[in-house]
Every structure is written in structure tokens, then in C-alpha cells.
């Protein structure tokens, strides 16, 4: 699998827009871009994914560049509760094995009130 | 979405000795993870665990230090035999769904390991 570079960490106000960015430069074709978040003390949840066209769902928006090769997680208004690790994961489209040794560092996002 | 849950959600135990790890779907499925995630670290797939046939492990892991059960499509089990020190982490079960034309997955909350 392809990967993902993120920054390490990011702050953001409450309220107020996130924007995360991740980098694949490597991604092929059949790669959908997939992002998860940790909370503390939990296992990651799904949050969104997409493949060449920008995706919004109640949790975020997925912005994907034309080239794909970066995309952006964006959290519209930021809460407390956002507070996680986001990982940033390519997956193969024709790939039924799970997530293998892809989970990266990720953005550890920190909200401030 | 599936929900998983595990057992027990956290444990101390002494070196040299077995925990077994029990995971818990509200749902058939196909597919189940394990993987293991080091303090301040990021997750690492152990092993995917399938019914009816022997786990598959990736690199690094080995079935006399992780035997892994999956007697149907709900349930599973992950052994972490011989503990050391070193394999003080939280253990994660995780299972897969395809949903609007892709695998998502799905994570239970983890068993948190201290051994001493």
C-alpha cells in the first residue's frame, strides 16, 4: 500500500474550521483515501473516505486534489470532542485483507476552548 | 455499522503468564483483526482471523505467541502467551464491512495489557 505523510500535530480553536492535510504522492489509481480518528482510551472510528471526487458527510468534508496526490480532512467547526489522532490510509479498492501496517503516525489534533 | 465490544477492558498480569482476550460482534461477519498498539504508538495489524481456517499473521507475529480462535462469525479470541514487559499495549479487535462500495472498518474499544 501506498504512503501517507501527515503532520505531526496540529491545534485548532473551537469552533472554528480544521483543516488537516495529508500527502500521498505515491497513490495509484485503484487507492480510495480513507480517514480514521482515535479519541483517547478508544479504537479508531470511520470518519470518512473518497476517491477522486470531494466526499461530505455529517462528520467532515474530504477534499481531494485534482491530482490526488494530497487530500485535506476538514472539521467545519471544531469542538472539544474533536480532540484525536487522525489517520490519514490509502486502500486498495481490490483489497478484501484489512487495513495491513498502514496505520501511520497520523495528526494528533488538539481544540482549545 | 457493527458494534464490537471485548473482554476483559483492561488487565495486570506477571510475566510468564497467558491472557486470552475474548471479541464480541453484535453481526456476522466475515473478516476479524487483531492488532496491537504500543503506548504512544499507532496501530499495528497482528493477525486477521477468519472462520473455518487457521489465522494469517503478518510479519513479526507468530501463533505460538498469539493463537488466535474463531469458532463462528461473531467471535473471536487472541491469546497473548508468555507475556513479557515488552507486550504491555492495548490489543484491538476490528472487523469489516463493505459499505457504499467499499471496506470500512470497525474497531472495538481495546483491552488495555500491563504486564509486570
Known amino acids: 500500500d501506498a504512503k501517507t505523510t501527515q503532520p505531526n500535530s496540529m491545534e485548532s480553536n473551537e469552533e472554528e474550521p480544521v483543516h488537516l492535510p495529508c500527502n500521498h504522492s505515491?497513490?495509484?489509481?485503484?487507492?480510495?483515501i480513507h480517514w480514521y480518528r482515535q479519541l483517547p482510551s478508544q479504537g479508531p472510528e470511520y470518519v470518512i473516505h473518497g476517491l477522486t471526487s470531494n466526499v461530505n458527510n455529517r462528520m467532515a468534508s474530504l477534499a481531494i486534489a485534482e491530482d490526488r496526490k494530497s487530500s485535506t480532512l476538514i472539521l467545519h467547526r471544531a469542538t472539544l470532542r474533536d480532540a484525536a489522532v487522525y489517520y490519514c490510509?490509502?486502500?486498495?479498492?481490490?483489497?478484501?485483507?484489512?487495513?495491513?501496517?498502514?496505520f501511520g503516525a497520523g495528526t494528533r489534533l488538539f481544540v482549545k476552548a | 455499522s457493527a458494534v464490537i465490544s471485548q473482554k476483559p477492558s483492561r488487565d495486570i498480569c506477571q510475566r510468564g503468564t497467558s491472557l486470552t482476550i475474548q471479541c464480541q460482534v453484535d453481526s456476522q461477519v466475515t473478516m476479524m483483526f487483531w492488532y496491537r498498539q504500543q503506548p504512544g504508538q499507532s496501530l499495528t495489524l497482528i493477525a486477521t482471523?477468519?472462520?473455518?481456517?487457521?489465522?494469517?499473521?503478518e510479519s513479526g507475529f507468530v501463533i505460538d505467541k498469539f493463537p488466535i480462535s474463531r469458532p463462528n462469525l461473531t467471535f473471536s479470541t487472541l491469546t497473548v502467551s508468555n507475556m513479557s514487559p515488552e507486550d504491555s499495549s492495548i490489543y484491538l479487535c476490528?472487523?469489516?464491512?463493505?459499505?457504499?462500495?467499499?471496506?470500512?472498518?470497525?474497531f472495538g474499544p481495546g483491552t488495555r495489557l500491563l504486564v509486570l
Open positions: 476490528s472487523v469489516e464491512e463493505r459499505d457504499i462500495g467499499q471496506e470500512t472498518q470497525y
Open positions: 490510509i490509502l486502500r486498495d479498492v481490490r483489497d478484501t485483507g484489512g487495513f495491513k501496517t498502514i
Open positions: 505515491t497513490i495509484s489509481g485503484t487507492d480510495y
Open positions: 482471523a477468519n472462520q473455518g481456517s487457521e489465522a494469517t499473521y
